[in-house]
């Protein structure tokens, strides 16, 4: 049996497929799995046994000038018509997804109904879910579930552990190990990474909440340490600004599973709805997540280990790029105080040294 998996993107969502990854490879052991996914997050899937064949979609290139386009699509094809698939799932239910689907030549096309961009009429097996109002991770499990994978539903979160398990190689380990070393923070206990960064305007907190989030943690003995991408200096330069003397920083300093081999170091981290929130829950790190517009019950952090902070609006969950309001930060994140998250860290810290103890 050949099963090729569509998820394209983003970080997260991508993350929180792997678990449907792992139980179609427990159920069809002799299966040829494929994945297609953009190549932005490549490093997410690149290496795990469960996947025999990945195909990158370059994103930049498939959004370029129509001929580039085009070469895209026909190089895409081609390589997967070498397999004949003959189940295409679709996690992400838009037309991209879909499309990418169909130039497979895939017997059968299965995703759930209704799809986000109401691309369910087109598949061959359109799958109407027990309930939306699930996590992302239960529902790509339910949709598996319905294909006649064997799958486990779980009640609540501690149930049943999910494998978000990523590929994260020794240079990764050693790569994370000299970073650490050359700011210190080696023997550094306990110490907190503040995740300020996100993709969407709309789900950054502000450098000013930052700043005087990580002064509280050093007036309570913790170590603050920042983190973002390459692109996030700016708003770190800020954040710095605020601050009497600086805080250590992995600002641009580590790829995406160095961060993660990074976070095995951590007690816990704060962040907002984004990415790296994901990545932490994938090596059973801590988190306080600082949500906005979106529903954390359908995309939060999956961790019995998680704490969500969410200032209840009428205008959520409206998951918008910015806030409509013209607000920066969002209306909805302006009401979440320093002194709430900084508690919150506390007590999640506490009660996992009272663990440690016992």
Known sequence: MNLLIIRLSSMGDVIHTLPALRALRATFPGATIGWVVEDGHASLLSGLSEIDRLYLLPRKKARGPWGERLRVIRDLKGRLREVRWDLAIDFQGLWKSWLVAR???????????PSPERTHWLYTDPIRL???????????????????CATRAAESRSDFPRDFRLPITPHDRAAALDLLAELGLLDVSPKVLLNFSARKAANRWGADRFAALAEGFREKGVTPVLTGGPDDRLEEQEIQSHLGDPVPSLVGRCSLLELAAIMDGFDAIVTGDTGPMHVAV???????????????????????????????????????????????????LQEIEVETVLAEVMELLGANCAKNLR
């Open 103 to 113: 130039w497979s030549g895939a017997k059968r096309i299965a995703g759930c109904s």
């Open 130 to 148: 027990p309930s939306m109002d699930r996590h992302a991770v239960d529902r790509n499990l339910d949709l598996l579930a319905a294909l006649g």
């Open 282 to 332: 994938s090596v059973g790190l801590p988190v306080v997540a600082v949500f906005g517009p979106a529903n954390p019950v359908r995309t939060g952090p999956y961790s019995p280990q998680a704490r969500v902070i969410q200032k209840p609006r009428d205008c959520q969950p409206c998951y918008r790029r910015e806030c409509k309001f013209n607000s920066t930060p969002a209306l909805c």
